[in-house]
């Protein structure tokens, strides 16, 4: 049995090898966009906020974007209120007095709460319908954009004609160990995405940070055949525009355009964050993603069980080979979020990243979470 564990970590340690090493490839292909100073034109873009219960962040988030250096005649913003039991809709119609190009919707006002699993996609559909821009951009609401945001999307969209085009989203760095910890780890993810985007092998993506071209969102019917999935908003629609509209996403690799965002509070929502995203694993139709997932998740399984029944050197050796090929990884992704200095720490959060790897991955696959403030499944 011990020898049978021995080969199968080895197996596993050298395929997550090939795999890091290939992302590592991948990210180096990517090529800094670099936008022209002059554009030809100005598209019209409408930026939707789902917020529920974020009167502590709603007013920085809409600040950031009213400072944009965009024409603002050319783009709007609709703020989609899920159910608020805070006073998060006054702080947006108090705002929207003064910015005439800020709307208010709420999801109240169409659906009842019990009507729905997925109230994120029915928020984010209602507003793409009362969108008067031609792209849509999406963030969230505890979310910072920075200045040239719609700028170099723009640009992007101009010179590249995709339809979907993933960016890049960071946590906003604090002190301790559980926003060190988030940092690193979503680091890491933040990187497979750039990686395996600009390669065209995954369809990855984070809703705090993309966009879509609004007549292809409607050509490929929505969210429909994916809307009573609680997670998924971003990473389900770009894959049905990537199979259905010939290819045509794109990454904005540059650091002018990445959007801060809060890391979880307390650990408890660290894992409830976590197994939301991993709720959606079995949903894929991306068979790429999948397996990376199902590699990754059997991987750090062996890795705990070599450690139950103590096999230390098998144990030892692989735990050694992923922190290397990690960092190997992580080098440039750091560089270019400006988080070179956190990869000192990143070692000693090895266990922690096993421990929850398996957690997540199991509890998401098999019982329902709490989020915003609901039971979801």
Known sequence: MLAFLEWTLAIFTVLYTFLIVAYRYWFDQLVLFSPQKDHAENLHFTIVIPARNE???????????????YPRDFFEVIVIDDFSEDDTAHIVKQIGLIHPNIHLLSLADYFKPDEMNSFKKKAIEKAVGHAKGDWIV??????IVPKHWLSLYNAYILKNNPVFVAAPVMFIKERGILNEFQLLDFLALQGITAAAVGAGKH??????????????????????????IASGD?????????????????????????????????????MMQRIRWSSKARFYDDNS?????????????????????????????????????????????????????????????QPLHIAYTIMAGFFGQVKTYTWKGRRVK
């Open 138 to 143: 999406t963030t969230d609401a505890d979310c």
């Open 234 to 270: 971003d990473m389900f629609l770009m894959h049905k525009m990537k199979v259905t509209l010939s290819n045509r996403i794109g990454y904005l690799f540059h650091p002018g355009a990445i959007v801060l965002t809060k890391a979880m509070g307390n650990w408890k929502q660290f």
């Open 55 to 69: 009167v502590e962040n709603i007013k920085n988030c809409l600040d950031s974007i009213v400072a944009q250096d």
């Open 289 to 349: 993603i999948f397996w990376v997932l199902l590699l990754v998740y059997l991987y750090n399984l062996f890795l705990c069980i070599a450690i139950l029944v103590g096999a230390y050197q098998v144990f030892t050796i692989s735990i050694a080979v992923k922190t290397v090929i990690e960092l190997f990884f992580l080098f440039p992704v750091s560089k270019f979020y400006r988080l070179h200095k956190e990869l000192i720490y990143f070692p000693l959060f």
């Open 203 to 228: 369809s990855m993506s984070n809703g705090a940070n993309l966009a879509f071209e609004k007549s292809a969102f409607f050509a490929v019917g929505g969210y429909q055949g994916v809307d009573q």
